[in-house]
């Protein structure tokens, strides 16, 4: 036992060899080696240290806390007020405990669909965060809220500003899902990881949230995340070990969280890739910039060092970017940014980052309704891009195979001459995440020859794929009520029609590049122009293919009369509006394909 006394640490000490198997036996011999002399004036730390356990059991009633004279008391002795921490802690374990029981929420129920590889695809969450378009690779946060400022932004869509994120330069996303003092949930995770479909280099997603079960692991990987926070303060080193592996075992790369030097020692030991230094303190909530700073030096340069908490501008940053910090996670201050993208450039000094957002690039031609391998022949040397052939029985301008077969002849071995388009590769590389529509709208043009488009209306998926493999076909474009989900199951990129008030037009990750025309497509019906723009002021990202009622002579003016939606329209389609008497016309076709080029300039 220990005798206190007002000067001298320790006056006597009995302590027998089984004591270190008491509650407290391992944190009183670190108590005893910590000490840096006799007296408590040579060991203000142990007088000013505070000590709360919080572990998965979460903190019993007779759990002890060392208090300022070295004395120990319990905590209910005390009446210790629980750190914001505990609370949430505490409040986790319960409504975790209660959704575990919920029919299709049990952990058996995860499980099971995990087991059918129905979990989104995930990318590795240290790799992207190596490649990044700024000095510091930044991981965006989706908060509403917190404990520390109450609300921040709490009518924000998760989905969104997810997008908002990746356009910014994120290579992380990292989205709260704790419902109460932060106001997110599990599916704000999922709504992120879909907003993100088809988006090339897309961010990585990590779910943000006070784990200390494999359940909430599991359940954030089915909702499509590619990383899970751990945070080493409120878990114990058994449990904080069998959560990593667990995740590491789902193909995910944990974040370690830190605090302290003796919590990265324990992150370290793990073998944790990726350490999270917060520069918050957890159990007070108060916020030290140079927490961060001080524990690198504890890391291999192999290890990824994080910096979370407290940032909100550029000089919160400068230190790191030389002390060897490979990221930095900004919430509050993106959150309550107007523009996310110019903020993150004035945090990490970004400044040739953004010179392609707006690239113009030419628009595409494409002269549909096909029938012979001369008027192929006349528009690839004109300059058009796509050739289309219609393969649907019945439709007036259907041609049979062995035409087909001819015009496929004809596609692949005559040149395209007139244009020459922007290199499609922006001195960003493989770091920026760009727009789906803004990628696949550049599947549809090669600088030697057109492409050929076989256009099917309500076909069996069978023909459409036999027909490809005979012809040969560059690009399918769908025109019926085809199920969106073809466009996946089609081994070439897909073109589909859309009506102004269909469904689904902005879909990402199925077809590559929607065509906005009339029911039946050839009529010459023209699409009003107001209802176009409506249709595309709501998605920025929306790319699409024109058509219904263009020629030679209006098309100029149709696509000038969209004003600043002019830009999401990256092709022009045509069939009856380069006809004379039925037939098509070679002289049309020249006119139309001059004066669509014309319009953005060649």
Same mark, same amino acid.
């Given at each position: 036992?220990?005798?206190?006394?007002?000067?001298?640490?320790?006056?006597?000490?009995?302590?027998?060899?089984?004591?270190?198997? #008491?509650?407290?036996g391992?944190?009183?011999?670190?108590?005893? +080696?910590?000490?840096?002399?006799?007296?408590?004036?040579?060991n203000?730390?142990?007088?000013?240290?505070?000590?709360?356990?919080?572990?998965?059991?979460?903190?019993?009633?007779?759990?002890?806390?060392?208090?300022?004279?070295?004395?120990?008391?319990?905590?209910s002795?005390?009446?210790?007020?629980?750190?914001?921490?505990?609370?949430?802690?505490a409040?986790?374990?319960?409504?975790?405990?209660? @959704?575990k029981?919920?029919?299709? @929420?049990?952990?058996?129920?995860?499980?099971?669909?995990?087991?059918?590889?129905?979990?989104?695809?995930?990318?590795?969450f240290?790799?992207?965060?190596?490649?990044?378009?700024?000095? +510091?690779?930044?991981?965006?946060?989706?908060?509403?809220?917190?404990?520390?400022?109450?609300?921040?932004?709490?009518?924000?869509?998760?989905?969104?500003?997810?997008?908002?994120?990746?356009?910014?330069?994120?290579?992380?996303?990292?989205?709260?899902?704790?419902?109460?003092? *932060?106001?997110?949930?599990?599916?704000?995770?999922? &709504?992120?990881?879909?907003?993100?479909?088809?988006?090339?280099?897309?961010?990585?997603?990590?779910?943000?949230?006070?784990?200390?079960?494999?359940?909430?692991?599991l =359940?954030?990987?089915l909702?499509?995340?590619?990383?899970?926070?751990l945070?080493?303060?409120?878990?114990?080193?058994?449990?904080?070990?069998?959560l990593? *592996?667990?995740?590491?075992?789902?193909?995910?790369?944990?974040?370690?969280?830190?605090?302290?030097?003796?919590?990265?020692?324990?992150?370290?030991?793990?073998?944790a890739?990726?350490?999270?230094?917060?520069?918050?303190?957890?159990?007070?909530?108060?916020?030290?910039?140079?927490?961060?700073?001080?524990?690198?030096?504890?890391?291999?340069?192999?290890?990824?060092?994080?910096?979370?908490?407290?940032?909100?501008?550029?000089?919160?940053?400068?230190?790191?970017?030389?002390?060897?910090?490979?990221?930095?996670l900004?919430?509050?201050?993106?959150?309550?940014?107007?523009?996310?993208?110019?903020?993150?450039?004035?945090?990490?000094?970004?400044?040739?980052?953004?010179?392609?957002?707006?690239e113009? @690039?030419?628009?595409?031609?494409?002269?549909?309704?096909?029938? #012979?391998p001369?008027?192929?022949?006349?528009?690839?040397e004109?300059?058009?891009?796509?050739?289309?052939?219609?393969?649907?029985?019945?439709?007036?301008?259907?041609?049979?195979?062995?035409?087909?077969?001819a015009?496929?002849e004809?596609v692949?071995?005559?040149?395209?001459?007139?244009?020459?388009?922007?290199?499609?590769?922006?001195?960003? /590389?493989?770091?920026?995440?760009?727009?789906? *529509?803004?990628?696949?709208?550049?599947?549809?043009?090669?600088?030697?020859? &057109?492409?050929?488009?076989?256009?099917?209306?309500?076909q069996?998926?069978?023909?459409?794929?036999?027909?490809?493999?005979?012809?040969? +076909?560059?690009?399918?474009?769908?025109?019926?009520?085809?199920?969106?989900?073809?466009?996946?199951?089609?081994?070439?990129?897909?073109?589909?029609?859309?009506?102004?008030?269909?469904?689904?037009?902005?879909?990402?990750?199925?077809?590559?590049?929607?065509? +906005?025309?009339? &029911?039946?497509?050839?009529?010459?019906?023209?699409?009003?122009?107001?209802a176009?723009?409506s249709?595309?002021?709501?998605?920025e990202?929306?790319?699409?293919?024109?058509?219904?009622?263009?020629d030679?002579?209006?098309?100029?003016?149709?696509?000038?009369?969209?004003?600043?939606?002019?830009?999401?329209?990256v092709?022009v389609?045509?069939?009856?509006?380069?006809?004379?008497?039925?037939?098509?016309?070679?002289?049309?076709? @020249? =006119?139309?394909?001059k004066?669509?080029?014309?319009?953005? /300039?060649?």
């Open positions: 036992m220990g005798v206190r006394h007002k000067e001298l640490v320790v006056e006597g000490v009995q302590f027998h060899p089984e004591s270190i198997l #008491t509650a407290e391992r944190a009183m011999f670190k108590n005893f +080696l910590t000490m840096q002399g006799g007296t408590w004036k040579e203000k730390n142990l007088q000013a240290e505070r000590a709360t356990c919080v572990n998965v059991n979460g903190i019993g009633k007779d759990s002890k806390i060392l208090v300022a004279n070295g004395a120990s008391k319990t905590a002795n005390e009446q210790k007020k629980p750190s914001i921490l505990d609370e949430i802690f409040h986790r374990r319960t409504a975790v405990e209660a @959704q029981q919920i029919p299709s @929420q049990r952990l058996s129920d995860l499980q099971a669909s995990y087991n059918l590889n129905i979990a989104p695809p995930q990318i590795s240290p790799e992207r965060l190596r490649k990044s378009r700024y000095s +510091l690779s930044l991981m965006a946060e989706i908060k509403r809220a917190s404990p520390s400022k109450g609300n921040i932004a709490p009518h924000i869509c998760a989905a969104e500003q997810a997008r908002k994120y990746a356009l910014a330069g994120a290579s992380v996303i990292s989205v709260l899902t704790e419902p109460k003092w *932060f106001k997110g949930s599990v599916e704000d995770l999922r &709504a992120v990881r879909q907003s993100l479909d088809g988006m090339p280099n897309r961010p990585a997603v990590l779910r943000k949230e006070f784990v200390f079960d494999e359940y909430q692991i =359940e954030g990987r909702a499509g995340c590619d990383s899970v926070l945070i080493v303060k409120m878990l114990d080193e058994a449990t904080l070990k069998r990593y *592996f667990f995740s590491k075992s789902l193909g995910m790369e944990p974040l370690v969280e830190v605090n302290t030097a003796d919590e990265i020692e324990i992150a370290v030991q793990l073998g890739q990726v350490i999270g230094v917060n520069n918050r303190d957890l159990t007070t909530f108060k916020v030290d910039l140079e927490t961060t700073s001080r524990l690198m030096h504890k890391v291999s340069k192999e290890t990824l060092v994080c910096a979370l908490s407290g940032i909100a501008g550029a000089n919160d940053v400068k230190s790191y970017q030389s002390q060897g910090v490979g990221a930095v900004v919430g509050e201050a993106l959150m309550r940014a107007e523009r996310p993208d110019e903020f993150a450039n004035r945090l990490l000094g970004s400044s040739q980052l953004t010179e392609h957002v707006h113009r @690039q030419n628009i595409l031609v494409k002269i549909c309704g096909t029938r #012979t001369e008027a192929a022949k006349v528009a690839a004109a300059g058009a891009d796509m050739i289309g052939i219609i393969l649907v029985e019945g439709r007036k301008r259907c041609v049979s195979t062995e035409t087909a077969l015009i496929a004809a692949r071995t005559t040149s395209k001459s007139g244009t020459k388009r922007s290199p499609v590769l922006n001195s960003e /590389g493989s770091v920026k995440s760009s727009q789906y *529509f803004e990628h696949t709208s550049k599947f549809f043009c090669r600088e030697d020859r &057109a492409l050929l488009v076989g256009v099917f209306q309500n069996p998926l069978s023909y459409i794929i036999g027909q490809v493999k005979l012809l040969n +076909l560059d690009v399918v474009q769908l025109h019926g009520s085809e199920p969106i989900e073809w466009a996946t199951l089609i081994p070439v990129p897909v073109i589909r029609r859309f009506g102004l008030d269909d469904e689904g037009i902005g879909r990402r990750g199925y077809h590559a590049l929607p065509l +906005l025309d009339s &029911a039946s497509g050839g009529t010459g019906q023209r699409l009003d122009a107001s176009i723009k249709v595309l002021r709501l998605d990202g929306l790319r699409v293919a024109l058509a219904g009622g263009l030679p002579d209006n098309v100029k003016g149709v696509l000038t009369n969209l004003s600043k939606c002019f830009s999401q329209v092709a389609d045509v069939s009856s509006g380069v006809e004379e008497n039925g037939s098509q016309s070679l002289e049309r076709i @020249q =006119e139309f394909v004066a669509a080029k014309d319009t953005r /300039g060649r």
